[in-house]
């Protein structure tokens, strides 16, 4: 279900088993969006979400999970620097799901009891230029339901691209029902992500991320820097990763080019 609700624009998915009877899964999601950043005040957010919420994405980290919790950011809903994107939402269980990208098929899943679909672990590759986005899904009585997203990836923005934030508080691995309650450790414990844009002139965008967990019984601290650039026709990102529990780092270098109608 969707609709407004106290001035809110609300989001309910609830999945059960008919001859139990009993209810599986519910997922409550409240919030808005702004495209000009006019929401809460001095923050300026283009969005915030309260309830059940996807976790903030991080370019190495990941994009976590659906987690209860709050999300706010000021950051473009329809642009990125980035070379994924996030793909995450709900869907009916038991039916299968399609990924395409500006016609191509990326991917196909099928849609598990707790009728969550992420597009693998929720990061999806994105090209420089128009990312087109359509979800097909498939229903086991021949029923097909289709929806659309568009991520631009535009050297463009890259230059506007100072201040921006997003910033999620959640509880690992809760939602606001579920029969089966999760059993791994730390369940429950507080997830804290936050990530941070700003323009830097002709280099582009400079990033810094952190994410604090309980990772199977084990606190976790990972933080990471990253800068996005573009040069001649390329679009480049540089990124840095360092997991401050084992003192590990990973280094991840992206280039993007379009050559006609084909993306590399």
Request: proline content about 5%; cysteine-free; glycine content about 12%.
């Amino acid at each position: 279900m969707s609709g407004d609700f106290l001035g809110q624009s609300a989001q309910v998915f609830a999945s059960g088993t008919a001859d139990k009877p009993h209810l599986d899964s519910l997922r409550v999601t409240l919030g808005r969006q702004d495209p000009d950043g006019n929401l809460l005040g001095p923050l300026h957010a283009t969005s915030y979400q309260f309830g059940d919420v996807n976790t903030v994405s991080l370019p190495l980290i990941g994009s976590g999970a659906q987690e209860q919790g709050v999300t706010v950011t000021n950051m473009p809903l329809d642009t990125t620097t980035r070379t994924s994107t996030q793909i995450r939402g709900d869907a009916p269980p038991g039916w299968d799901g399609e990924l395409y990208r500006n016609e191509v098929r990326i991917d196909i899943r099928h849609i598990e009891t707790v009728g969550k679909e992420d597009g693998g672990n929720g990061d999806v590759d994105v090209v420089v230029g128009d990312n087109d986005f359509k979800l097909l899904f498939y229903g086991p009585q021949g029923e097909v339901r289709e929806e659309h997203r568009h991520v631009g990836v535009l050297p463009s923005q890259l230059a506007g691209q100072s201040g921006r934030y997003a910033f999620s508080a959640t509880r690992t691995d809760e939602t606001t029902w579920q029969r089966t309650k999760p059993t791994t450790p730390g369940a429950g414990d507080p997830d804290i992500a936050a990530y941070y844009e700003h323009g830097v002139g002709t280099l582009g965008t400079a990033n810094v991320g952190i994410r604090t967990r309980n990772d199977e019984g084990t606190e976790r601290t990972f933080a990471e820097a990253g800068l996005a650039s573009y040069f001649m026709g390329t679009f480049l990102n540089a990124d840095l990763g360092y997991d401050a529990t084992d003192s590990q780092h990973t280094e991840v270098l992206s280039a993007r080019h379009n050559f006609g109608l084909q993306s590399a």
